[in-house]
Protein backbone atom coordinates (compact mmCIF):
# COMPACT_ATOMS: atom_id res chain seq x y z
CA UNK A 1 0.00 0.00 0.00
CA UNK A 2 2.68 2.78 0.92
CA UNK A 3 4.65 1.42 -2.51
CA UNK A 4 1.66 2.32 -4.03
CA UNK A 5 1.32 6.03 -2.48
CA UNK A 6 5.27 6.19 -3.15
CA UNK A 7 4.43 6.02 -7.10
CA UNK A 8 1.90 8.07 -7.23
CA UNK A 9 3.14 11.02 -5.24
CA UNK A 10 6.16 10.82 -7.01
CA UNK A 11 3.69 10.64 -10.30
CA UNK A 12 1.54 13.32 -9.46
CA UNK A 13 5.63 15.32 -8.34
CA UNK A 14 7.03 14.81 -11.73
CA UNK A 15 3.85 15.89 -13.70
CA UNK A 16 3.27 19.42 -11.74
CA UNK A 17 7.34 19.78 -12.00
CA UNK A 18 6.93 19.75 -15.78
CA UNK A 19 3.37 21.76 -15.63
CA UNK A 20 5.19 24.02 -13.75
CA UNK A 21 7.87 25.03 -16.63
CA UNK A 22 5.54 25.29 -18.95
CA UNK A 23 2.73 27.71 -16.63
CA UNK A 24 5.91 30.09 -16.02
CA UNK A 25 6.81 29.81 -19.74
CA UNK A 26 3.17 30.92 -20.37
CA UNK A 27 3.66 33.14 -17.46
CA UNK A 28 6.87 34.92 -19.40
CA UNK A 29 4.52 35.04 -22.74
CA UNK A 30 1.60 37.10 -21.40
CA UNK A 31 3.66 39.25 -19.53
CA UNK A 32 5.95 40.07 -22.66
CA UNK A 33 2.42 40.63 -24.87
CA UNK A 34 1.35 43.27 -22.45
CA UNK A 35 4.85 44.67 -21.80
CA UNK A 36 5.11 44.79 -26.16
CA UNK A 37 1.69 47.19 -26.03
CA UNK A 38 3.43 49.03 -23.58
CA UNK A 39 6.70 49.66 -25.52
CA UNK A 40 4.43 50.65 -28.35
CA UNK A 41 2.67 52.80 -26.51
CA UNK A 42 5.80 54.37 -24.81
CA UNK A 43 7.65 54.86 -28.58
CA UNK A 44 4.92 56.93 -29.09
CA UNK A 45 4.76 59.12 -26.56
CA UNK A 46 8.26 59.92 -26.93
CA UNK A 47 8.51 59.51 -30.31
CA UNK A 48 11.71 57.91 -30.19
CA UNK A 49 11.82 53.97 -30.97
CA UNK A 50 12.13 51.19 -28.51
CA UNK A 51 14.01 47.64 -28.38
CA UNK A 52 12.84 45.03 -27.10
CA UNK A 53 16.76 42.99 -26.04
CA UNK A 54 16.57 39.39 -24.82
CA UNK A 55 18.92 36.57 -24.20
CA UNK A 56 18.56 32.96 -22.48
CA UNK A 57 18.47 34.03 -19.24
CA UNK A 58 15.96 37.71 -19.65
CA UNK A 59 14.96 40.57 -21.10
CA UNK A 60 14.58 44.01 -21.27
CA UNK A 61 13.75 47.04 -23.47
CA UNK A 62 16.12 50.43 -24.37
CA UNK A 63 15.14 53.80 -25.65
CA UNK A 64 16.79 53.93 -29.38
CA UNK A 65 17.87 57.35 -30.08
CA UNK A 66 15.40 59.23 -32.75
CA UNK A 67 18.25 60.15 -34.98
CA UNK A 68 20.23 56.32 -34.89
CA UNK A 69 17.60 54.78 -35.86
CA UNK A 70 17.41 53.37 -39.83
CA UNK A 71 15.67 51.34 -42.05
CA UNK A 72 16.19 47.67 -41.71
CA UNK A 73 18.64 46.76 -44.66
CA UNK A 74 20.97 49.81 -43.67
CA UNK A 75 20.43 48.79 -39.40
CA UNK A 76 21.71 45.45 -40.69
CA UNK A 77 24.70 47.18 -42.12
CA UNK A 78 25.36 49.80 -39.83
CA UNK A 79 25.28 47.16 -36.35
CA UNK A 80 23.24 47.31 -33.45
CA UNK A 81 21.74 50.35 -32.13
CA UNK A 82 23.20 52.34 -29.10
CA UNK A 83 20.30 52.34 -26.64
CA UNK A 84 19.43 53.25 -23.04
CA UNK A 85 18.12 51.19 -21.06
CA UNK A 86 14.66 51.52 -18.91
CA UNK A 87 15.82 52.61 -15.13
CA UNK A 88 14.81 49.73 -12.70
CA UNK A 89 11.33 51.54 -11.70
CA UNK A 90 10.11 51.42 -15.25
CA UNK A 91 7.99 48.65 -16.45
CA UNK A 92 10.13 47.72 -19.60
CA UNK A 93 13.22 47.45 -17.16
CA UNK A 94 15.55 44.02 -17.39
CA UNK A 95 14.02 40.46 -16.01
CA UNK A 96 14.67 37.70 -15.50
CA UNK A 97 12.95 34.71 -17.12
CA UNK A 98 10.62 32.94 -14.85
CA UNK A 99 11.64 29.50 -16.16
CA UNK A 100 14.49 28.14 -14.59
CA UNK A 101 15.32 26.95 -17.96
CA UNK A 102 17.29 28.59 -20.30
CA UNK A 103 14.71 30.19 -22.98
CA UNK A 104 15.53 30.43 -26.77
CA UNK A 105 13.33 32.97 -28.40
CA UNK A 106 12.86 33.07 -32.30
CA UNK A 107 10.59 36.32 -33.72
CA UNK A 108 9.24 36.88 -37.40
CA UNK A 109 10.09 38.69 -39.30
CA UNK A 110 14.11 38.75 -37.64
CA UNK A 111 14.49 41.97 -37.60
CA UNK A 112 10.27 43.27 -35.53
CA UNK A 113 12.49 43.88 -31.97
CA UNK A 114 11.91 48.12 -32.20
CA UNK A 115 8.83 49.29 -31.29
CA UNK A 116 8.48 52.77 -33.53
CA UNK A 117 5.97 55.77 -33.53
CA UNK A 118 3.25 53.75 -36.18
CA UNK A 119 0.29 53.55 -34.76
CA UNK A 120 -0.11 50.01 -36.57
CA UNK A 121 2.86 47.62 -37.51
CA UNK A 122 2.89 44.84 -39.30
CA UNK A 123 2.10 40.83 -37.72
CA UNK A 124 4.79 39.64 -35.74
CA UNK A 125 5.15 35.79 -34.20
CA UNK A 126 7.63 35.64 -30.79
CA UNK A 127 8.20 31.97 -29.91
CA UNK A 128 9.41 31.14 -26.42
CA UNK A 129 11.28 27.89 -26.13
CA UNK A 130 12.45 26.32 -22.41
CA UNK A 131 13.65 22.73 -24.34
CA UNK A 132 10.52 21.10 -23.31
CA UNK A 133 7.86 23.73 -23.69
CA UNK A 134 6.80 26.22 -26.36
CA UNK A 135 4.31 29.06 -26.38
CA UNK A 136 3.82 32.07 -29.13
CA UNK A 137 3.31 35.51 -28.65
CA UNK A 138 1.32 36.47 -32.00
CA UNK A 139 0.26 39.75 -33.19
CA UNK A 140 -2.26 41.14 -35.44
CA UNK A 141 -1.68 43.28 -38.18
CA UNK A 142 -4.32 45.76 -36.12
CA UNK A 143 -1.43 45.69 -33.37
CA UNK A 144 -3.34 43.02 -30.80
CA UNK A 145 -1.04 40.68 -29.42
CA UNK A 146 -2.57 37.13 -28.49
CA UNK A 147 -0.60 33.81 -26.53
CA UNK A 148 -1.06 30.75 -28.07
CA UNK A 149 0.26 27.30 -26.54
Known amino acids: MLAIIGIATTTISVGAFQDGDAQALRQDAVRLSQLFGVAQAQARKGDSPVVWKFDTQGYGFARAPRDLFLPTGLARQAGPVRAEDFPDTSSLRRRDWSSDNAIAV ?44
Open 106 to 149: RIDPPAATVFNTEWISGPLAVELDDGTNTVRIVRSGNGQYRVRP
